[in-house]
């Protein structure tokens, strides 16, 4: 599955446990790892991630004095997604600590990153790669719940970025989301929210289909730009 090998790709130099925790974190807040699922064992994440097992450790310790996992030992034992999580959304959710300049800031960075993914898919992206997105934007319209709406949605974007064929592309683009997907979920709890973000997906993909660099980089802003806007009016509206 594409998000998990996005989310459990190798990790750069600095601060490894901290960029971990976070990078899961994330991605537990935003629901592209589920309640329940169980994450790879120790030994796995660390070869996955590239790091070593004490840092592994180190990270699932904080993630479970948070409550974000939990651990059971024995033979079918492991590490699982909690399903408590939205009571840490509740109180730490990242709204609660940023301003509308940050996320006019993130969202430059996220259409920067999109838009080229884009404009690299036109070129590079096969029918097989179309049939994919096409079926991740079909998922999204028909998801019912925010974990699922958000879910598919972030499987969009790092599709569209992994369609590119750029390795160094869709690294950058994990990276943005990791930020981005947390935010991205409290909007999908409407719907008209979601029901015009999958009008702006489809009209991607058109133009993807159509191969129509031009239009399809204007698609991209427009997505993006949806986005943005939607996420500072709602940051205006909690003052």
Not at 28 to 46: F, R, T, Y
Request: aromatic share 6%; hydrophobic share 40%.
């Amino acid at each position: 599955m594409i998000t998990h090998t996005v989310i459990f790709a190798p990790i750069g130099e600095a601060s490894r446990t901290e960029q971990i925790t976070q990078r899961l974190s994330n991605a537990i807040i935003s629901g592209l790892l589920e309640k329940g699922e169980q994450l790879p064992n120790e030994s796995e994440l660390a070869r996955m991630m590239g790091v070593s097992h004490i840092t592994i450790r180190d990270a699932l310790n904080t993630l479970r004095s948070k409550s974000l996992i939990h651990t059971i030992r024995g033979r079918n034992g492991g590490s699982f997604i909690s399903d408590n999580v939205d009571n840490y959304v509740k109180y730490f959710h990242p709204f609660n600590k940023i301003s509308s300049d940050y996320l006019s800031d993130l969202g430059e960075m996220q259409s920067s990153l999109v838009i080229h993914s884009t404009r690299l898919s036109v070129r590079r992206m096969t029918d097989h790669d179309l049939t994919t997105l096409n079926n991740l934007i079909l998922t999204l319209e028909n998801s019912e719940t925010p974990q699922q709406k958000t879910q598919s949605d972030m499987r969009c974007l790092l599709t569209l970025a992994a369609n590119s064929h750029s390795a160094r592309l869709a690294a950058q683009e994990l990276t943005v989301l990791t930020e981005w997907a947390p935010l991205i979920s409290i909007l999908y709890r409407d719907e008209t929210f979601h029901a015009r973000s999958t009008l702006c997906y489809h009209e991607l993909f058109n133009a993807l289909q159509n191969r129509d660099e031009t239009l399809a980089v204007a698609q991209a802003y427009a997505l993006i730009e949806f986005f943005v806007s939607s996420l500072i009016e709602y940051k205006i509206n909690l003052v």
